[in-house]
């Protein structure tokens, strides 16, 4: 028989925790000048709480996605700490960094949905299907 999950883990409660410090963190704390291009998107903490992984977007069209990855990456210890200390856990998080590529997905799918012509409102759709009146041979 398959356990059931219940609503709401305690994982999911710290995440809330967790992402609220994350951007805190990354934002006002690291002196990195391409940590104010950052944005915490999302945390999944692991159910023993040993770690957590950590989407980011970058707000600056420019920032190349590989520098704040290598950014982050060097923070991380730094970031654990912090939290560790903050959210008073028991051990210290092992942060894994992903880039969220959901926003410039979606601009994609937009910019294609954009360059298809739409229907005309004017035009009937293809009546040779749908027609009633149609003479039945």
Same mark, same amino acid.
């Given at each position: 028989?398959?356990?059931?999950?219940? @609503?709401?883990? =305690?994982?999911?409660?710290?995440?809330?925790?967790?992402? &609220?410090?994350?951007? #805190?963190?990354?934002?006002?704390?690291?002196?990195?000048?391409?940590?104010?291009?950052?944005?915490?998107?999302?945390? !999944?903490?692991? *159910? *023993?709480?040993?770690?957590? =992984?950590?989407?980011?977007?970058?707000?600056?069209?420019? &920032?190349? /996605?590989?520098?704040?990855?290598?950014? %982050?990456?060097?923070?991380?210890?730094? %970031?654990? #700490?912090? %939290?560790? !200390?903050?959210? /008073?856990?028991?051990?210290?998080? /092992?942060?894994?960094?992903?880039?969220? +590529?959901?926003?410039? #997905?979606?601009?994609?799918?937009?910019? +294609? %949905? +954009?360059?298809?012509? @739409?229907?005309?409102?004017?035009?009937?759709?293809?009546?040779? +299907?749908?027609?009633?009146?149609?003479?039945?041979?």
């Amino acid at each position: 028989m398959r356990r059931q999950r219940l @609503p709401f883990r =305690r994982a999911e409660r710290i995440g809330v925790h967790v992402i &609220e410090e994350l951007r #805190n963190l990354v934002g006002y704390e690291l002196a990195d000048p391409r940590a104010s291009t950052t944005e915490i998107t999302r945390v !999944e903490v692991a *159910d *023993d709480l040993k770690s957590a =992984r950590v989407w980011y977007r970058i707000s600056a069209s420019d &920032e190349d /996605d590989t520098d704040v990855a290598h950014m %982050l990456e060097r923070a991380s210890t730094y %970031l654990a #700490n912090a %939290l560790r !200390e903050t959210l /008073d856990l028991r051990y210290r998080m /092992d942060l894994h960094f992903r880039f969220d +590529a959901g926003l410039i #997905n979606a601009e994609r799918i937009e910019r +294609a %949905l +954009a360059t298809v012509t @739409p229907a005309r409102l004017d035009e009937p759709p293809d009546s040779d +299907a749908n027609d009633e009146d149609a003479p039945t041979p």
